[in-house]
């Protein structure tokens, strides 16, 4: 694997953040799309209470983001930085701590969910038309596949620390094309006709082929990367753990919390009928594209800013985030025009239910007001962690998904009922604009004033 530092020190910066964006966001896309698969194929069985059930279970499944990220967003923002400093001895230190922590943490959670797994899909909004759809998919999703979805997460991050975008994408997209081909074969009456249950299994064998590539990658490149997972070097836990975590616990509160907020927002349109549950879940896919284009965004920046911060070359830093997060509005701005447009015939794409697709465009034309907002914040979040700024990264995330949701939720529902369920996120997300705005401009005007000192 080339050095990173020809990609994060000698590249002319747009060369260099295109070079890390443009495969993060094939890889986010491909993400996009074999998430969107499930409910598409799902969809075609013309059962809400199947594109429910699938409803349900995503922000559940979110639960193994949190871990991954615990891990994943500290181990390869210290990883960056241990490269920044010129360190490889840390750097692989720290990644085999990352790897073999985040894997036992994502282990027993999944060993842990069929103990609990009732109660929380019943909190997660399941009804007794909906629960065992839901189950069943959530069994192959978390109980078995959910090993696979950890290690992947986790080593896409780490890969990506080292300036190793395409190895990357090309993990994540393997799992999402053979995601794509599994889809129709399991879930549809054709084929096998498992339903949902059939989207749960794909997702799983999915998730185990991308695993087992990046193991052999790192195991095929062992002698010239910066990565290691040998157990022996466990014995460096405590003098890294801490960093690790520090960085790591925002990124993952912020997923944690943001299984709250959505599970909560999914109990309160439960409460109305399965076709309004089903089409705030068509809707939450849809709201997934210009989202993962910024997450795509940030997860690119990530490693270069942390690389250029270490090193102390702030101006490339900051120049490194304004070309990044210029990209990621400007497309959140495109979806948002597009999707107040055509917003009908989109929700059509995923069921030919009527009143679904009534609900799902009315819906849609509330949430996208979110976007071009999110479009900062989230890039921004990941600058701070990039940054080594673990307490202005993590009270950013919980304005973002946290403390405000679940009492708008109550509020706006009062005011609206249903409609003010989905007002709640852009209200949230400009109050967490205006957070991590200023937090960035108090950071600059100190390192201003200490360059000048």
């Known amino acids: 694997m080339p050095s990173a530092q020809n990609n994060f020190e000698k590249l002319p910066v747009k060369q260099a953040v295109?070079?890390?964006?443009?495969?993060?966001?094939v890889s986010q896309m491909i993400v996009l799309i074999y998430h969107l698969a499930d409910t598409y194929f799902v969809g075609l069985l013309n059962e809400p209470r199947q594109v429910a059930a699938v409803t349900i279970v995503g922000p559940v499944f979110l639960l193994l983001t949190a871990i991954s990220n615990l891990f994943g967003v500290g181990?390869?923002?210290?990883?960056?930085?241990?490269l920044g400093r010129k360190e490889p001895d840390t750097a692989k230190q720290i990644s085999s701590v990352t790897f073999w922590c985040g894997l036992a943490i994502g282990l027993l959670a999944c060993l842990a969910f069929p103990l609990c797994s009732t109660s929380i899909l019943k909190i997660a909004g399941a009804t007794e038309e909906t629960f065992s759809h839901a189950r069943d998919y959530a069994n192959w999703v978390i109980t078995y596949g959910g090993v696979f979805t950890v290690i992947t997460l986790l080593m896409v991050s780490l890969v990506r620390s080292e300036g190793m975008a395409a190895i990357a994408s090309f993990g994540v997209s393997l799992g999402g094309f053979l995601n794509l081909i599994l889809d129709p074969l399991f879930i549809l009456p054709r084929f096998l006709n498992m339903g949902a249950a059939g989207a749960g299994l794909a997702t799983a064998i999915s998730n185990f082929v991308s695993a087992a590539y990046f193991l052999f990658m790192i195991w095929k490149n062992r002698r010239q990367t910066a990565l290691?997972?040998?157990?022996?070097?466990?014995?460096?836990?405590?003098?890294?753990?801490?960093?690790?975590?520090?960085?790591?616990?925002?990124?993952?509160?912020?997923?944690?919390?943001?299984?709250?907020?959505?599970?909560?927002?999914?109990?309160?349109?439960?409460r109305y009928s399965t076709e309004a549950i089903a089409a705030w879940g068509i809707v939450k896919k849809l709201d997934q594209l210009p989202l993962y284009f910024s997450i795509g965004v940030a997860q690119g920046l990530l490693p270069l800013l942390a690389y250029n911060h270490a090193s102390g070359n702030l101006r490339r830093r900051h120049e490194s985030f304004v070309f990044g997060c210029a990209i990621s509005?400007?497309?959140?701005?495109?979806?948002?025009?597009?999707?107040?447009?055509?917003?009908?015939?989109?929700?059509?794409?995923?069921?030919?239910?009527a009143t679904t697709v009534q609900y799902a465009a009315s819906f849609l034309r509330r949430m996208v007001i979110a976007m071009p907002m999110m479009a900062v914040s989230y890039p921004m979040i990941i600058q701070f962690q990039a940054m080594g700024k673990p307490r202005e990264s993590l009270i950013c995330s919980i304005l973002r998904k946290g403390v405000l949701d679940i009492p708008f939720l109550f509020l706006?529902?009062?005011?609206?009922?249903?409609?003010?369920?989905?007002?709640?996120?852009?209200?949230?997300?400009?109050?967490a604009l205006c957070a991590v705005v200023f937090f960035y401009w108090r950071i600059l005007h100190h390192e201003k004033k200490t360059q000048l000192a």
């Open 18 to 25: 295109l070079k890390q964006i443009i495969p993060a966001l």
């Open 75 to 82: 181990g390869a923002s210290a990883v960056s930085r241990a």
């Open 228 to 270: 290691a997972f040998s157990p022996s070097l466990l014995k460096y836990t405590r003098r890294h753990i801490v960093e690790i975590l520090s960085i790591g616990f925002p990124s993952a509160i912020q997923y944690f919390l943001t299984v709250v907020a959505v599970t909560a927002q999914a109990y309160f349109v439960s």
């Open 329 to 353: 509005v400007g497309f959140s701005l495109l979806c948002l025009i597009c999707y107040e447009i055509f917003a009908p015939q989109l929700g059509r794409i995923f069921i030919e239910n």
């Open 412 to 431: 706006f529902d009062w005011i609206r009922p249903l409609y003010g369920c989905i007002w709640v996120q852009p209200a949230v997300d400009g109050i």
